[in-house]
């Protein structure tokens, strides 16, 4: 009896952990669609008249970086798979994002965003900056971010690299 009950709350847990997982994505997906919808309520605080590129904008783009040697193949497949690239003005200049989202935002989401940029960079003849957002960010992960030159967002705030010490 014992033994069949163990089965059952294991088989129960084991589920459990699948709902979770499954409803972890889902939730990450619905952020990246809110940031995609409204890109100039978000990254208004980085860039104005932010525009969410599309995929097409993006693969030509990429292709033209292809074809001129700029990039290669990896590279370019590496770029289409981030979670979302916006376009703005800072400055008076032309500037991008790269923006990583996740609902608990780690340093892996942070280093994605960073070399995700600086294969950006190699394409455009602009800035381009990391960004990383989600719904909560431990502090350590956060000073990571900030230090490593990365911008943060959480739900209502923004947190600059270029204002390091003032923020944490």
Not at 35 to 62: C, H, M
Not at 106 to 135: M, Q, T, Y
């Amino acid at each position: 009896m014992l033994d069949r009950f163990q089965k059952c709350f294991e088989l129960v847990h084991e589920q459990l952990r699948w709902l979770k997982d499954r409803f972890s994505k889902m939730g990450r997906q619905m952020m990246e669609i809110r940031y995609r919808q409204n890109p100039y309520g978000y990254f208004s605080e980085i860039v104005r008249r932010a525009k969410w590129v599309t995929g097409d904008e993006l693969d030509d783009l990429l292709s033209e970086a292809l074809s001129k040697g700029l990039i290669n193949e990896d590279e370019q497949k590496e770029l289409m798979r981030a979670d979302l690239i916006v376009r703005g003005v800072r400055e008076g200049q032309v500037t991008w994002l790269v923006v990583e989202v996740s609902g608990t935002i780690d340093n892996e989401d942070v280093d994605r965003a960073i070399k995700r940029s600086r294969l950006l960079a190699r394409c455009v003849n602009e800035s381009v900056w990391a960004v990383v957002a989600g719904e909560f960010c431990p502090e350590e992960v956060l000073r990571y971010a900030l230090r490593s030159g990365a911008w943060v967002l959480l739900d209502g705030a923004t947190f600059s690299p270029q204002r390091v010490s003032q923020q944490i």
